[in-house]
């Protein structure tokens, strides 16, 4: 949209606002990191609204709120009240606008609390690479003994559930910066699913569900006020937002050292990557740009195909820049501070979905603490063909067999069919990256295209 468009539905969003008897305004910080925090204001109609960025933004002590100052961005939230549909570039009566000229948000026709969250992520990954920091759509934890890992993934990879771990402590769910001092929590929440939560499977989060707590989408008896999340009738995206101090083992302030491992999460309905394999640092940026997982396609009877998702970056929606930009800051992060990167498959083993079985989450944990100790380092690799990653022999805890795929499927044939389709798949995703030129004399490009799978 143009400039004037922009005006226009600012102007809307303001005149609703002020035509009300009482709006909620929040000031609040983004980034842990004290050197690069950015200043937020949110100006919303709903309570809802303004709880939900109160639990997920870092909530600024009495001091700080007093001087506050100019915040150095600012969302206009009259998402209750309709954008006028005959407004030039408007497609329906829903319009999220963002102006970075400006630093302004317009949200005009949808109550989605998850918007404002998202806008401010993007902008985030706008202003911080012009700092030289890295921001990342990932899930990070601390070791006891300071070592610090990523994890990335798309959503039903397993991201909050690896990344909320008993042993270690958790500096963020979703959002962080790499900067020179190490890594930040970009929120002061957590925004978890809740479909099918239960105390047994995961106690931190169905405890951090409390007073002061916002669930959404979620289904409750109106009498006792008990909340059935197994209950999918509004939809399977059921979440709660808390204050990231509702986490017992929340590191406060959520900051730490430079990342020891860099985790790519998978969950891949073709059933055959492995369930861990250590990538080099070209491989790292080839799966990085990638962003793959395949979700399992509608639940009709009989046909269940799997479907390959690919989303930059793990996070296409939010990156403002051309993903190998933020690619080649990664490596060069990882490469300045020795980091490892790893690619983990949560999801089958022994046959596509359908015929073979969903790795075990037992497995995959045992596997996780293999790379959070270090042994996995120290382990004796094979190749694998196609895609070339390097997977152990053995892990403790893990049987040996499932490792490398290929022993799990019972037709072989089906077996390399599946590994060439999947492959097909990540080369026809990544022809839209082959033409943009990073690194001198374009080597970077040549090496990232090799890392990719070969047949």
Partial sequence: MDE???????????????????????????????????????????AYHSLFMHNMCIRPSPEELESFGTPDFTIYNAGQFPCNRYTHYMTSSTSIDLNLARREMVILGTQYAGEMKKGLFSVMHYLMP??????????????????????????GTG???????????????????????????????????????????EPDIWNAIKFGTVVENVVFDEHTREVDYTDKSVTENTRAAYPIEYIPNAKIPCVGPHPK?????????????????????????YHFISGYTALVAGTEEGVKEPQATFSACFGAAFIMMHPTKYAAMLAEKMQK????????????????????????LPYTRKIIDAIHSGSLLNANYKKTKVFGLEIPT????????????????????????????????????????TTYKIGKDNNLTEEILAAGPNF
């Fill in 159 to 201: 991201k909050t559930t690896l990344s909320t771990d008993h042993n270690r402590y958790l500096i963020g769910d979703d959002e962080h910066c790499w900067s020179d001092t190490g890594v930040s929590n970009i929120e002061g929440g957590c925004y978890a699913k809740c479909i099918d939560l239960s105390r047994e499977k």
């Fill in 4 to 46: 004037h468009t922009f005006m226009v539905n600012r102007e809307r969003a303001v005149d609703y606002l002020n035509s009300l008897d009482k709006v909620f305004v929040n000031d609040q910080f983004l980034n842990w990191d004290p050197e690069n925090k950015i200043k937020v204001r949110i100006v919303s109609a709903r």
């Fill in 261 to 285: 491992n860099v985790i790519l999460l998978a969950c891949d309905a073709f059933g055959v990557l492995p369930p861990v394999s250590k990538l080099n640092l070209a491989q790292t940026m």
């Fill in 337 to 360: 501070h020795g980091a490892t990167g790893w690619l983990v498959n949560t999801g089958w083993s022994g046959g596509r979905y359908g015929s073979g079985k969903r790795i075990k």
């Fill in 394 to 433: 053995e892990v403790e805890g893990v049987p040996s067999e499932i490792l490398d795929p290929v022993n799990t499927w019972a037709d072989k044939k089906a077996y390399d069919e599946t590994l060439l389709k999947l492959g097909g798949l990540f080369k026809k995703n990544f022809e839209t990256f």
């Fill in 130 to 155: 012009k700092r030289q920091i890295l921001s990342l759509h990932s899930g990070c934890n601390m070791g006891k003994s300071g070592d610090v890992a990523l994890f990335f993934g798309l959503s």
